[in-house]
Structures are given as C-alpha cells and as structure tokens.
C-alpha cells in the first residue's frame, strides 16, 4: 500500500478512543484535556496576540473540549465568553465545564445570546463533532444558522464546523450538494482525518484543516481490521510515493540502461473520424508519464488525422473487435485504454476483446457509457481487478443510479451515504476499481481499500479533456506495471499538480507537458523524504504518517501566516 494519511470513519475513531481508555493508561479526561490544549495551541500560534474569543460548547464532549480551550485561553490572557447548555454532559465534559464555572459564567447557547457578543476576535465552535447523529433542531439549528454567516469574526472548528456529518461532508437535515453549513476558517481534527473533512462540502467548509496529535498511536490496530482508506494530500505528495525499492519509486527513476518494453507498453484506442483530439491527449499524457512505447489505435478511415505530432506515438489501426484480440496477441501490451472520443458504439465493440485479455485497462467516458448501456444483469460480468472505472457523477449514476440515487438524498439522520461508501460498493459491485471524480476523487478497490484526494483551489481543472489526460496518466502508470491503485492515486496527484503549476488558463493540452518537470521534482523529494534518518521504509510507516501530519500542519501555520492579525481591542 502507499504511504499516505489514514482516514478513520467516526466509528473507528470511537473504537479507537475507546480501546485507549478501557486500557486504563488513559482516561477520557485525559483525551479531553489534550484535544483541548491543542485547539488552544493551534489558536495561539495563529492568533499569538490575546484577544476576545467566545466559546460555543455543546451538549456533549465536543462541548467539553470547548471548556477546556476556554481555560487554556483564559490562562494565556485571552477575554472569553463562554455560552453553554444547561444540560448534564457526560463525567468528562461535565468535569471540564465546572472547571471553567470556577473561572467565569456559562451564557445560554442560544442565536440571541450570540448575535449580542459577536463584535470579538475569534469563535471557537465545540457544539458538535463526531457525536452528531441528527440533524439539529430548535434552538441549537438557529444558533448553527448563525455560523453560515461569512461576516462572522474568524470560526475556529472544533473537530469539525458543528452539523457536518464527518462520515460524509454532507449535512443531516439539509439538502446534499448544497455548502450551507457552518463555516471555519480552522479546523483541528483529532489524531485522524475522517471522511467528511475531505469529502463534500465538508473539504469546502472546514477551512485550513489541522491534525492534532492526542496520543492514541498505541491503538490504532483497532480500526485496522477494517479496509483502509488514505488521504492523498495535494500539497504534500512525496510521503504517498513508496519506498525506494518499491516498484513505483524505481518506475519514477528510469533506470538508465532500461529497456523501452521495460516501462510498457500502453495501448490507448482512438475513435472515429474528427473525434481522435481525446484519445491524442491520453495518449500524450501516457508517454509523458512514461510509458516506454504508446500506441494510438483508430478506426484506418481516422489514421490520417493522427499523422502530426507527437512524433513518439505509433500509429496502428483497430477496426473491430478481432483485430484488437490479434494485437493483443502482442504481450509487450501491458496495459490498455478504452473510452476517450471513442464513440459509444465503437467502444461497446472492443469492450469484449479488451476486457478478455485480462490486461490492466482504464475503461473512461464512452466506454463506461457503453458498459451502462448494457443489461443490468450482465454489466460487469466481464470486468476484473486491473480494471480501473473513472466515472464522473453522471457517468456514476449510469452505470449506478441506485447508489446515485442514496448520495442525493436528504436524510435527517446519520451518517449519511458517503461518496466513500458509494465508490466502495461499486467498485464491489463491478469487481473493479472505481475512481469516482470530482475536487472530491475517491479510488476504491473490490476489496474496499480506499484512496481520497481532494482539491479545492484548481477551478480550472474542470476543462474539456481534463478526464481524458487522466485516463492517460494511469494507463501510462498501469502500463509501467504500477498496482491499479496506485496507478489511479499517484495519477490524480500529477493531474492536479500538473493543473496547480500551470495555473489559471489551462486547457487540457497543457497537462501533459508539466508532467516531467513534476516527476523531477517528486523524485527529488521523495528521495529526500526516505533518506533521513534510516527509519523503516515500506509500508504505513507511523514515523511517515506523523511526519506527514507535522508537515500538514507547517503548511496550515504558513498559509494563515497573514491571517494572524486580530481585529484591535474595542475598549474592552
Ligand atoms: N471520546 C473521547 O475520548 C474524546 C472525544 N473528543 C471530543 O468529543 C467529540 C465527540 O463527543 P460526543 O460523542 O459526546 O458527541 P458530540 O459532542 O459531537 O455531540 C454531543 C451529543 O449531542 C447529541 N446529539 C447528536 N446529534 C444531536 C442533535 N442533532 N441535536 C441535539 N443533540 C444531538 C449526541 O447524543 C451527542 O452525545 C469529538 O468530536 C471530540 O471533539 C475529544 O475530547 C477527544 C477525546
Ligand atoms: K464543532
């Protein structure tokens, strides 16, 4: 598996938490104590100048964190005011509260009481986390209404902006799709992303999202008979590449007297007559990714309009489904892809002969829209686990509307239906893998191991053909003989960082070409990232992931490094 961030759903991170304190060498109090003092933490290093917070706090233990930033706070100089329920929280919350009652009152945790303390510097909102298990109602969904309002003073999310669903990125309660949830401009997480932080528009709400370590290391076994899902972090990809002597890293650095059928062979199949421009840009983006040879494979009426650059691609017709079974007598034709400007017809021809030679094939556009076209009972039938499905949204719903259909749903209740569990019931579904595309990609394999990665800055990557340089970019990979899951993750990094280093004004024929000056960089990097210190180095190397969440959170203290400002005193 890669090396990357692992994502906990909220049940795994309370069986983890749990194990932690039925081990007696933690108490929940304890976990308290330290989530708290790292939202106070991560507060200060922002906001290193006391101001004027007040604290949200909530009818459970996100609540108890709150009282505990509250003391935390108090105790650097900071003015707080602290609103809470009048309810009996759970022993730690509760212990957490009366120890803030020694240092000042508790208002009513209510919209009116908000609306007359809003002119401060800083929000801190501990109302719910991973405990929300319906939508909010009364008194508590008014004051969350208030938190949408961008002109708030900056939000500080405890866990989570309050209502979100962390097992999704969705809102319980609120229609799916729609970003209209409680707003933060700092999120801190505790010991793991969870899905909803990354997924929906959970990615969009949470602002920076920072990783606080709290200890519970010893027990992460406990979530690990459950298949695992990583997060590909955008900014930070080298800690994903595996370790030197695993195959992707040595596929990343050519060997210098490697042979070109060393590196695969990708065989990328072209459509009609004045539709060749999508299967091009796969094929380009195949050989720039390293594929030792790319063959272009239209129908012979096209052959001619592929006659001009790039210069290193081979020509070779496919008329039907016979002669793409006879050039896949080649073995040298390690991997395959079907779909982009294929034609829908065209493709559904070739599905049979490229899906029977059990070769590693991206199947993309027309030839999912072909596969959904087919009788429901037999859609997969031929499909296998080096097939790679890459469906938007709407090609998704095609070829599973049921499953479509559940991730639109408003439900009141949660955890709702995540992009996740969509993606993994598919790709169980198809015994294929299944990247399903958005800022939000999710890869999944049949056996539920999961990869997210998500992008929320590269507007300019939803452009004509972005898909379709994708497509190339794994079978370029898959042809090197990269897993099919690694193939699809490390591809979607190089696609979005191909689109971040281009910048505004991309069109999709300007992808490929950033790709080698990416690698350059990756495996400059990377070999930085493996070589210090001569820790373990294959696997989820714990020392890597925590390394990763240190380097998340550099990042974040850069980021807001202009954001550190607070708003003057006010005379108070
Ligand atoms: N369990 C632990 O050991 C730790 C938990 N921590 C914090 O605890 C949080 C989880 O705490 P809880 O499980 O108490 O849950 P929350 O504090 O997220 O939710 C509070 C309570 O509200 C109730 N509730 C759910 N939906 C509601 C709704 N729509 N309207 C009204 N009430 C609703 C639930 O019954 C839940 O008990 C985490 O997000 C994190 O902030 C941290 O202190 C770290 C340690
Ligand atoms: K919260």
């Given at each position: 598996m890669p090396v990357g961030s692992e994502i906990l759903t909220t049940a795994q991170m309370r069986a983890t938490e749990s194990a932690a304190m039925s081990s007696g060498r933690v108490t929940g109090a304890e976990l308290m104590e330290r989530a708290g003092r790292a939202v106070a933490g991560h507060i200060r290093l922002r906001w290193p100048r006391p101001g004027r917070a007040v604290v949200l706090c909530g009818p459970g233990n996100n609540g108890g964190d709150g009282y505990v930033i509250?003391?935390?706070?108090?105790?650097?100089?900071?003015?707080?005011?602290?609103?809470?329920?009048?309810?009996?929280?759970?022993?730690?919350?509760?212990?957490?509260?009366?120890?803030?009652?020694e240092i000042g009152p508790i208002l009513p945790l209510d919209a009116a009481t908000f609306a007359g303390v809003q002119d401060c510097d800083l929000v801190i909102d501990a109302i719910f986390g991973t405990g929300l298990t319906r939508a909010p109602t009364g008194p508590i969904a008014a004051l969350l209404a208030a938190l949408t309002d961008p002109s708030l003073p900056p939000v500080v999310a405890v866990d989570c902006p309050s209502g979100l669903c962390l097992d999704s990125g969705g809102w319980p309660g609120r229609d799916r799709g729609t970003a209209t949830g409680a707003r933060a401009r700092l999120t801190v997480a505790f010991d793991r992303p969870k899905p909803g932080h990354v997924l929906e528009s959970g990615a969009f709400r949470c602002g920076e999202l920072v990783i606080a370590d709290i200890g519970l290391g010893d027990w992460h076994h406990i979530a690990s008979n459950a298949p695992q899902t990583l997060l590909l972090h955008p900014a930070i990809p080298t800690p994903w590449l595996p370790a030197p002597q695993g195959p992707a890293f040595s596929l990343l650095a050519k060997p210098a007297d490697g042979h070109k059928f060393l590196s695969g062979h990708a065989l990328i199949l072209a459509g009609g007559p004045a539709r060749g421009g999508a299967a091009r840009l796969s094929a380009r983006a195949a050989l720039r990714v390293g594929a030792g040879l790319v063959t272009l494979a239209p129908p012979v009426d096209a052959l001619a309009e592929h006659a001009g650059p790039p210069d290193a691609l081979m020509r070779q017709p496919v008329e039907d489904a016979s002669d793409l079974a006879d050039m896949l007598a080649d073995s040298r034709i390690t991997a395959l892809c079907l779909g982009p400007g294929c034609g829908i017809e065209r493709a559904a021809?070739?599905?049979?002969?490229?899906?029977?030679?059990?070769?590693?094939?991206?199947?993309?556009?027309?030839?999912?829209?072909?596969?959904?076209?087919?009788?429901?009972?037999?859609?997969?039938?031929?499909?296998?686990?080096?097939?790679?499905?890459?469906?938007h949204m709407g090609e998704?719903?095609?070829?599973?509307p049921d499953l479509a259909n559940r991730l639109v749903a408003a439900d009141n209740t949660g955890p709702l239906f995540s992009r996740l569990d969509a993606a993994r019931q598919a790709a169980s579904r198809a015994r294929a893998v299944l990247?399903?595309?958005?800022?939000?990609?999710?890869?999944?394999?049949p056996d539920g191991s999961a990869l997210i990665h998500t992008v929320?800055?590269?507007?300019?990557?939803?452009?004509?053909?972005?898909?379709?340089?994708?497509?190339?970019?794994?079978?370029?990979?898959?042809?090197?003989?990269?897993?099919?899951?690694?193939?699809?993750?490390?591809?979607?990094?190089?696609?979005?960082?191909?689109?971040?280093?281009?910048?505004?004004?991309?069109?999709?024929?300007?992808?490929?070409?950033?790709?080698?000056?990416?690698?350059?960089?990756?495996?400059?990097?990377?070999?930085?990232?493996?070589?210090?210190?001569?820790?373990?180095?294959?696997?989820?190397?714990?020392?890597?992931?925590?390394?990763l969440h240190a380097r998340i959170e550099e990042l974040a203290v850069a980021n807001s490094f202009l954001e550190r400002k607070l708003k003057p005193w006010g005379g108070k």
């Amino acid at each position: 598996m890669p090396v990357g961030s692992e994502i906990l759903t909220t049940a795994q991170m309370r069986a983890t938490e749990s194990a932690a304190m039925s081990s007696g060498r933690v108490t929940g109090a304890e976990l308290m104590e330290r989530a708290g003092r790292a939202v106070a933490g991560h507060i200060r290093l922002r906001w290193p100048r006391p101001g004027r917070a007040v604290v949200l706090c909530g009818p459970g233990n996100n609540g108890g964190d709150g009282y505990v930033i509250a003391q935390h706070l108090h105790r650097a100089g900071w003015q707080l005011r602290v609103l809470g329920l009048a309810n009996q929280p759970g022993p730690d919350a509760a212990q957490m509260r009366q120890r803030w009652q020694e240092i000042g009152p508790i208002l009513p945790l209510d919209a009116a009481t908000f609306a007359g303390v809003q002119d401060c510097d800083l929000v801190i909102d501990a109302i719910f986390g991973t405990g929300l298990t319906r939508a909010p109602t009364g008194p508590i969904a008014a004051l969350l209404a208030a938190l949408t309002d961008p002109s708030l003073p900056p939000v500080v999310a405890v866990d989570c902006p309050s209502g979100l669903c962390l097992d999704s990125g969705g809102w319980p309660g609120r229609d799916r799709g729609t970003a209209t949830g409680a707003r933060a401009r700092l999120t801190v997480a505790f010991d793991r992303p969870k899905p909803g932080h990354v997924l929906e528009s959970g990615a969009f709400r949470c602002g920076e999202l920072v990783i606080a370590d709290i200890g519970l290391g010893d027990w992460h076994h406990i979530a690990s008979n459950a298949p695992q899902t990583l997060l590909l972090h955008p900014a930070i990809p080298t800690p994903w590449l595996p370790a030197p002597q695993g195959p992707a890293f040595s596929l990343l650095a050519k060997p210098a007297d490697g042979h070109k059928f060393l590196s695969g062979h990708a065989l990328i199949l072209a459509g009609g007559p004045a539709r060749g421009g999508a299967a091009r840009l796969s094929a380009r983006a195949a050989l720039r990714v390293g594929a030792g040879l790319v063959t272009l494979a239209p129908p012979v009426d096209a052959l001619a309009e592929h006659a001009g650059p790039p210069d290193a691609l081979m020509r070779q017709p496919v008329e039907d489904a016979s002669d793409l079974a006879d050039m896949l007598a080649d073995s040298r034709i390690t991997a395959l892809c079907l779909g982009p400007g294929c034609g829908i017809e065209r493709a559904a021809g070739l599905l049979p002969s490229a899906l029977a030679c059990g070769r590693p094939c991206v199947l993309d556009a027309d030839a999912l829209t072909a596969l959904s076209q087919r009788p429901k009972a037999e859609r997969f039938r031929d499909l296998h686990d080096k097939v790679i499905l890459t469906p938007h949204m709407g090609e998704f719903a095609r070829l599973f509307p049921d499953l479509a259909n559940r991730l639109v749903a408003a439900d009141n209740t949660g955890p709702l239906f995540s992009r996740l569990d969509a993606a993994r019931q598919a790709a169980s579904r198809a015994r294929a893998v299944l990247l399903l595309k958005g800022p939000d990609t999710v890869i999944a394999t049949p056996d539920g191991s999961a990869l997210i990665h998500t992008v929320t800055d590269l507007p300019w990557l939803a452009t004509a053909g972005a898909g379709d340089v994708l497509a190339g970019l794994i079978a370029g990979l898959l042809a090197r003989s990269l897993p099919p899951l690694q193939a699809a993750g490390l591809a979607v990094q190089l696609h979005a960082l191909a689109a971040r280093r281009f910048g505004p004004g991309l069109t999709a024929d300007d992808l490929p070409d950033q790709i080698p000056a990416i690698l350059r960089d990756l495996l400059e990097g990377a070999s930085g990232v493996f070589e210090r210190g001569g820790r373990k180095k294959t696997g989820i190397d714990e020392m890597q992931v925590k390394e990763l969440h240190a380097r998340i959170e550099e990042l974040a203290v850069a980021n807001s490094f202009l954001e550190r400002k607070l708003k003057p005193w006010g005379g108070k």
